[in-house]
């Protein structure tokens, strides 16, 4: 069991531009989140998968943030269109699928816009 | 929904002292708490979680914590710090029908001074 993976760790971008970002989560795990975290803040839910079906995405911070998880393995979240306000942590996680399992947390990805 | 409150931004503490992390949480239904701990460049690691039973939660590292329903608390504790604890420190809510993600508080800033 190697844990979640996310890569890039960091990611630099100029204002305009768009970003991806991967994560892989641990193998036997079906779900797995996406949060945000900005300076001095707690995590912030962005949207989460049940293998490939995404159940919730009405807290994506705009139509410019969009995640897949195609095959129910691994997930990608794209940025299109970057702002400054983006450059925050983006932090992925997985679990079993019941509410009680403990989510597992990347090391996360730490995106500045400049 | 559910929210969290995190009563302390910051807490220093000398070596060897017990300290106290206090969290307050509101939902209308009935929901799990977990505390987690973040390193500094770090994603998230689990010390304890409530999910039902003995009030009293034992972690990792030392770490326990009690939850009061009456007084809507989950307060993490630790008897006698080390500077290796010195860390930022989350406290998180989910709902038991496993709708929401976790809701986490903005967090407490744990400065152990030798």
């Known amino acids: 069991d190697t844990g979640v993976s996310q890569d890039p760790r960091h990611k630099i971008t100029k204002r305009g531009q768009n970003v991806t970002f991967r994560c892989d989560p641990i193998s036997e795990h079906n779900r797995l989140y996406w949060y945000r975290q900005t300076l001095g803040q707690g995590p912030e839910f962005l949207t989460y998968f049940q293998n490939e079906a995404q159940l919730e995405k009405s807290r994506l911070l705009s139509d410019r943030f969009s995640a897949e998880r195609p095959k129910g393995s691994f997930s990608t979240l794209e940025i299109q269109r970057t702002e400054q306000g983006d450059s925050a942590m983006y932090l992925c996680a997985s679990s079993i699928s019941l509410s009680a399992d403990t989510q597992y947390f990347g090391p996360g990805t730490r995106l500045t816009v400049l | ?114």
């Open chain 2, 1 to 114: 929904a559910q929210s969290v409150t995190q009563l302390d931004s910051q807490v220093p503490v000398f070596e060897e002292a017990p300290v106290e992390l206090r969290c307050n949480y509101s939902s209308s239904v009935s929901v799990y708490l977990f505390w987690y701990v973040q390193y500094p460049n770090q994603g998230l690691q689990l010390l304890l979680k409530y999910l039902s039973g003995s009030t009293l939660v034992k972690g990792i590292n030392g770490f326990e914590a009690e939850f009061n329903k009456s007084q809507t608390s989950f307060h993490l504790r630790k008897p006698s710090v080390h500077i290796s604890d010195t860390a930022e420190y989350f406290c998180a809510v989910s709902d038991r029908a496993g709708n929401t993600p976790l809701v986490f508080g903005k967090g407490t800033r744990l400065s152990v001074i030798a």
